[in-house]
């Protein structure tokens, strides 16, 4: 059973989609006027991975997802830049798309733009205005928020406690606008300004206001309730209370049945803001980090909570990353290569292969805890090192030697990481690829590390080569001849290979 931590009942819920098998997920998109911080970035990862987990667990989701290409922000964008908005937002819609591939998060089913549902939202307002509840001034049409009683239900406010909030402001005459009936009320539809992108309305030339935005494509393309609706936290109010609002008063219907809302993303303990100087583009960080990384990074704190990104994190997800690699490796190389007849390694190993994908999927289940579902992952991974550590591996413990590994594989994979499978007989065909080449360079490799290809081993063949190196160096470190063990290393990397030391004794693989 899926629990799910819902906003608005402030409680975690069973999951019971609205159609079996099926789960239909809005999150908002971003507003295109920059590139995406890593901020935004941990959101969209948190709702990849939870649209992943649940196709994993066999649902069919249509995950949509819109681009708010026009808005304020890209307006003055476009004006300082002396460009139209829409180039502005054609440069950033892109970048946003390419900025979500390099960071390994799927494409939406459907990613509709603003601009191009112009009518659906015209027919919304037009409803909400038809139903009573909104109304038009001077070109802009406004919502009525106390038209629709159960406004302040999804952030849990008193609307009348929200109007004293904004008598104050008017009070010091900040920010109120006289055509307001109520000074809660926002606005559906915005009259355009000289200058300012528009569209032919029934109320004038103008413009849609952000929140009716996705009202209006989340029930044209998933039709209403629909099961979850995401974003970060800072979305929950204004942006979807006023969602959920119009939705309601237009449909008279539940708008979605799961509100998921995502902690905000932290540098170094404190707010991300460009007044601070701590504000880090996705793009950026992608230039020197690994997305499967960042990813890890992310996946290590609970979706909900605050999540704290430093250096000093990068550096400890890259080495928990390395160590599932290697784990991987390691754990195929020895299926591939038996040291020993009989044990009972693999009726242990398979226990742990059961274990692990029960508590994988009893962490996940629950609210998507991929903090716990990756603990799992790294028990057992320490399990069965503990295990093959001491143990005879007979040719019967191959199977799940491999099934441990790939186990591995397959569940970072439904967290969106997918793991370098350095398989041992891959790396000597990978360096067989090439093995004109290799051979000479091998035996270059030789005589730069002072040992005579004559000696012993034929070189002329690249797995001989490579064979007698090994033995070279294996023979060099018995004889504490540390110089001769380390030039054939360097000698190694010098050619774009390196020295493995596994259990089972070192290899070469490519660098
Ligand atoms: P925006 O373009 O500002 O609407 O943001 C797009 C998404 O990123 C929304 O779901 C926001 O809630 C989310 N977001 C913005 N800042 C942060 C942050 N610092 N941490 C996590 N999510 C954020
Ligand atoms: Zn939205």
């Known amino acids: 059973m899926i629990k799910i931590y819902d906003t608005k009942t402030r409680s975690k819920r069973e999951f019971v989609p609205v159609e079996p098998g099926k789960v239909g997920m809005y999150v908002c998109g971003p507003t295109v006027y920059n590139y995406i ?61 390419a900025d979500m591939h390099a960071a390994g998060v799927q494409d939406p089913d459907i990613r509709p733009k603003a601009t191009e549902e112009i009518d659906t939202m015209i027919n919304l307002v037009q409803k909400l205005i038809d139903k009573g509840h909104a109304y038009a001034v001077d070109g802009d049409v406004y919502f009525a928020v ?192 038996p040291t020993g007849d009989g044990s009972d390694l693999a009726s242990k190993v398979e226990t742990l292969v059961d274990q692990l994908k029960e508590s994988f999927t009893e962490s996940m289940d629950d609210d998507f805890n991929t903090a716990g579902a990756l603990g799992a992952i790294f028990n057992f991974v320490g399990e069965v090192n503990t295990l093959t550590a001491d143990a005879q591996v007979s040719a019967a413990d191959a199977k799940a030697l491999t099934d441990a590994a790939q186990a591995v594989v397959e569940l970072m994979d439904v967290l969106g990481i997918s793991i370098e499978v350095k398989d041992a007989t891959d790396a000597t065909a990978t360096v067989l690829d090439d093995a004109e080449s290799a051979a000479e360079m091998m035996v270059l490799a030789m005589e730069f590390a002072g040992f005579s290809p004559g000696d012993g081993a034929d070189p002329s063949t690249v797995k001989a080569a490579m064979a007698a190196l090994l033995d070279a160096r294996a023979n060099a470190r018995a004889a504490k001849n540390y110089a001769v063990a380390d030039a054939i290393r360097d000698g190694l990397n010098e050619i774009g290979f390196r020295i493995e030391d596994t259990p089972q004794g070192a290899r070469i693989v490519k660098a």
């Open 37 to 97: 911080h890593i901020g935004n970035a941990r959101t969209f990862i948190s709702f990849d991975t939870i649209r992943r987990y649940l196709t994993w667990r066999g649902f069919e989701v249509t995950f949509v997802q819109n681009v708010t290409d026009v808005d304020d922000k890209i307006i003055t964008k476009a004006a300082e830049e002396d460009r139209t908005a829409a180039e502005v937002a054609k440069e950033y819609t892109d970048a946003f798309i």
């Open 146 to 337: 106390r038209s629709y009683s159960d406004y302040g239900a999804l952030s849990n406010r008193n609307v009348d406690e929200m109007e004293s909030g904004h008598r104050e402001l008017r009070a010091d005459g900040q920010g109120l606008e006289d055509r307001k009936r109520d000074p809660l009320d926002f606005a559906l539809w915005k009259a355009a300004k000289p200058g300012e992108p528009s569209w032919e309305s029934p109320w004038g030339q103008g413009r849609p206001g952000w929140h009716i935005e996705c009202s209006a494509m989340s029930e044209k393309y998933l039709k209403l309730p629909f099961d979850i609706h995401g974003g970060g936290a800072d979305l929950c109010f204004p942006h979807h209370e006023n969602e959920r609002a119009q939705s309601e008063a237009a449909f008279d219907t539940t708008f979605a049945n799961y509100w998921m809302h995502g902690g905000m993303l932290q540098i170094n303990s404190e707010k991300m803001s460009k007044s601070l100087g701590n504000f880090l583009l996705l793009r950026d960080i992608l230039e020197t980090t690994d997305p499967a990384v960042l990813r890890m990074l992310m996946l290590q704190t609970h979706y909900r909570s605050p999540l704290d990104f430093s250096d000093a994190r990068l550096k400890e997800s890259a080495a928990a990353l390395e160590r599932l690699e290697n784990f991987v490796t390691n754990t195929l190389w020895l299926a591939k290569k």
